[in-house]
């Protein structure tokens, strides 16, 4: 069992950039594959990236490609969100999740273990 719990969303400027980050407690935290994935309001949970145990590997969905970059520190058994040039419709609340699986998957109904979820809200 993996504990995870965000922080670090808050309101940004449209074309701003935001950190979060995500706090792992419980088992060990370098076997687990991990994950943000985000849900707007009135729409379905989407994926946003995803990295590997070691972070050797990372992929990302197609809107956020080239703006957010993941990374973890297994050390300190953390993983980070980090968002730039965010625009208004990537106002939604962020969760980052876990799997003990490999890499790979996209499918929210892979990760086994959430977080609470934090909010970003992108306006002026």
């Known amino acids: 069992q993996v504990q995870l719990v965000e922080s670090g969303g808050g309101l940004v400027q449209p074309g701003g950039s935001v950190r979060l980050s995500c706090a792992a407690a419980?088992?060990?935290?370098?076997?687990?594959?991990m994950a943000w994935f985000r849900q707007a309001p009135g729409m379905e949970r989407e994926f946003v990236a995803q990295?590997?145990?070691?972070?050797?590997?990372?992929s990302y969905g197609d809107s956020v490609r080239g703006r957010f970059t993941i990374s973890r520190d297994n050390g300190k058994n953390m993983v980070y969100l980090q968002m730039n040039i965010l625009h208004a419709e990537e106002t939604a609340v962020y969760y980052c999740?876990?799997?003990?699986?490999?890499?790979?998957?996209?499918?929210?109904?892979?990760?086994?273990?959430w977080g609470q979820g934090t909010q970003v809200t992108v306006s002026s």
């Open positions: 990295i590997s145990r070691s972070g050797g590997l990372t």
């Open positions: 419980g088992r060990t935290f370098a076997s687990y594959t």
């Open positions: 999740a876990a799997r003990s699986a490999l890499f790979g998957s996209r499918n929210q109904a892979d990760y086994d273990h």
